[in-house]
């Protein structure tokens, strides 16, 4: 009796043995893997602190990696004085990119309930083409959307108006302009969401609301937006983001407006290395200042860009799984 | 009674009507946009692309058909900005696209499956995962890379892993051929690129992860299939749309990226040379769609032999 129980009980720490050892051995594996291409995704950004937070005239010395001599925000500074000044331009940006997005679900949520719900005339056809003004990159028709804006016209009745035809590249409604139509950055592709999602849409809301003597508009508003938040906040965060980080549109349509991702890109473009140094040495008095203190002057101001953006993402990431989720896209 | 049902039936084709109308209503901005956006340009570009394409007296512009002359020259005789002939910057960007999309779609896959599964800490690795949506950027991307070039810029100032004992490793350590060491190599070094555009897949794939029915996989555990098993029956036969989508979000994305659109504008406005520039516009565009078809004949035929197998 004793020989067997112990037995049993042997053969019972055998089983848990192999169990816990492949449990730990799953689990290491699982975990070096999270971490590893955590670390991978995260390393740009862990490599920046170091360099922009090191004194300037230690930049590029091979003694110093990973730990700086001596720290100083002299990079921030610079970033500050050169791009960002009183962070006017940053609120700008910000307010540019809301607005822009707002523009951009209002549109897309009509256009998208339009295709998903209403079996109007060329329906099929129409959700083709969005698809292909989707495909479509908005690059190859630069030329003469450029050339058309610079002359503007729509069947020669705004110069039959105004005696001549209008010049829209740098005009700051130009960008709310095409986002109203329907053509900003990737907005096919919020339709294509838009569309989805209201096409999963239970069917008996909206008619509820019908009987009850509501007309296709309030039905709309009343009934049909107020549920596709899921997608509204999907379509608000992608649009948010990325006319914030827009370049194409800023800087091809309206590059003397305050857009921060455009002054970037002009201030720190590689033709201006040599100006940015001079600046940077008469503003601080580091004479040993080289290319590398553009870097991590670039880098600071990539930081500082960054900051808003991070800050929303932190707040939303949550809620950004189970919008995308709802949001219908999926399906 | 039989007016009355004819009226309520004349009402409600007429309501229905009306429906469509309101529809079309919605649609109009968007509409508009087609037209004065894209068929405008489109066909103006395509225009262009066949003239020569001059500034006259008064400001206007002069147009004189010259064939497929601006085609030729643009493959003959005109270089990019990198002196480099068309011939060779357009396979390149294929090449290019061609070899990364996959990659990139798969390790966002990958990624999803990771952040999927229910571990200790799985928010904070969420909050990683995704953070490419932000810091894919373009104006980031370039912004943080390095640009000073210099002897002191090696692997320890460099945004780049070392990948020499990578490649040590494989030619000495397995019988992989060099081609193949060389193509995971590139790969590893070009790592960061990858990753920065794998934020929007990761969250596509995710949230298709989380509709699959879990009932599901209950079943296939009861059944006593292996999560291998699992994988390739249930999680990778019901993403197949939203690999389809993702797929060509990526393809779309990786075009956008490429260089030639720079080299578009660097034609149009730094060598005013309008019609070579939509002649190049006009070769991107088909690149672009033929690539396409060729992603989804791919795509269909790899679906279909997957059917074939069951």
């Known amino acids: 009796m004793a020989t067997s129980d112990v037995k049993a009980v042997k053969r019972i720490d055998g089983y848990v043995l192999k169990d816990k050892l492949h449990k730990f051995v799953f689990g290491y594996l699982f975990y070096s893997l999270v971490i590893g291409l955590g670390f991978a995704i995260i390393y740009p950004l862990i490599k920046l602190l170091p360099i922009v937070f090191n004194n300037l005239e230690d930049l590029g010395n091979p003694d110093v990696i990973w730990v700086p001599i001596k720290y100083s925000t002299l990079s921030f500074q610079a970033a500050i004085r050169l791009v960002f000044g009183n962070f006017v331009p ?222 929303i993402y932190f707040v939303v990431q949550k809620r950004i799984v189970e919008n995308f989720e709802q949001s219908g896209i999926v399906g | 009674m039989e007016g009355t049902a004819v009226k309520n039936k004349k009402l409600h084709i007429s309501h229905q009507n009306m429906r469509k109308v309101h529809g079309l209503v919605f649609m109009l901005p968007w509409l508009i946009g087609f037209i ?47 002196s480099q002939t068309f011939a060779r910057v357009f396979t390149d960007e294929n090449i290019d696209i061609f070899m990364n999309t996959p990659v990139i779609v798969i390790f966002s896959l990958f990624c999803a499956i990771l952040v999927n599964v229910k571990f200790k800490g799985r928010g904070l690795a969420r909050v990683i995962f995704f953070l490419p949506i932000v810091l894919g950027l373009k104006v980031v991307v370039d912004l943080i890379m390095i640009t000073s070039g210099g002897d002191v810029a090696d692997a320890a100032v460099s945004n780049q892993f070392d990948t020499s004992l990578l490649i040590n490793f494989l030619l000495n350590y397995t019988f992989l051929p060099v081609n193949v060491t060389l193509f995971i190599s590139d790969l590893a070094s070009n790592i960061f690129m990858l990753i920065s555009q794998t934020g929007v897949q990761t969250l596509i794939f995710l949230a298709g992860l989380q509709s699959i029915n879990q009932s599901l996989y209950e079943v296939a555990r009861i059944e006593g299939a292996n999560s291998y098993e699992v994988f390739w029956k249930i999680t990778l036969p019901l993403l197949s749309n939203i690999s389809l989508f993702a797929l060509i979000y990526t393809f779309v994305d990786m075009f956008l990226q490429s260089s030639i659109s720079t080299e578009i504008y660097y034609f149009a406005f730094n060598k005013n040379n309008i019609g070579v520039g939509s002649a190049l516009s006009v070769v991107y565009l088909f690149n672009v769609l033929i690539d396409l078809v060729l992603l989804l004949f791919i795509t269909n035929k790899v679906v279909k032999l997957n059917h074939g197998d069951k």
Request: glycine share 8%.
């Open chain 1, 90 to 311: 940053m609120l700008q940006s910000i307010g540019y990119s809301v607005i822009i997005a707002v523009i951009q679900i209002f549109v897309c949520a009509i256009a998208g309930y339009a295709l998903g719900r209403v079996e109007f005339w060329g329906r099929n056809l129409l959700t083709f083409l969005v698809i292909i003004s989707f495909v479509v990159p908005p690059q190859s028709l630069l030329i003469s959307q450029y050339l058309s804006f610079k002359h503007f016209d729509v069947l020669g009745i705004i110069s039959a108006f105004h005696g001549s035809t209008i010049d829209l590249i740098n005009q700051p409604y130009t960008l709310y302009l095409i986002a109203f139509f329907g053509f900003g950055v990737k907005q096919s592709m919020f339709i294509f969401v838009f569309r989805q999602f209201f096409k999963g849409l239970p069917k008996e809301l909206e008619e509820a609301a019908y009987i009850d003597g509501c007309g296709f508009y309030r039905t709309y508003f009343r009934v049909a937006l107020p549920n596709a938040v899921p997608a509204i906040m999907t379509v608000a965060i992608l649009a948010f983001v990325w006319n914030y980080g827009d370049t194409y549109y800023t800087g091809y349509f309206h590059p003397d407006g305050p857009y921060l991702s455009n002054k970037l890109m002009t201030t720190f473009s590689e033709a201006n290395v040599q100006n940015i140094l001079y600046a940077i040495k008469t503003w601080y008095a580091v004479p040993g200042a080289t290319t590398f203190s553009f870097d991590a002057v670039k880098q600071a101001a990539a930081i500082i860009y960054l900051l808003p953006l991070l800050i």
């Open chain 2, 36 to 82: 004065l956006f894209f068929i405008k340009p489109l066909v103006n570009t395509i225009k262009y692309s066949f003239h020569e394409v001059g500034v006259a007296d008064n400001g206007g512009m002069t147009l004189k058909y010259v064939g497929l002359n601006n085609f030729t020259n643009l493959f003959r005789a005109e270089v990019s900005s990198q």
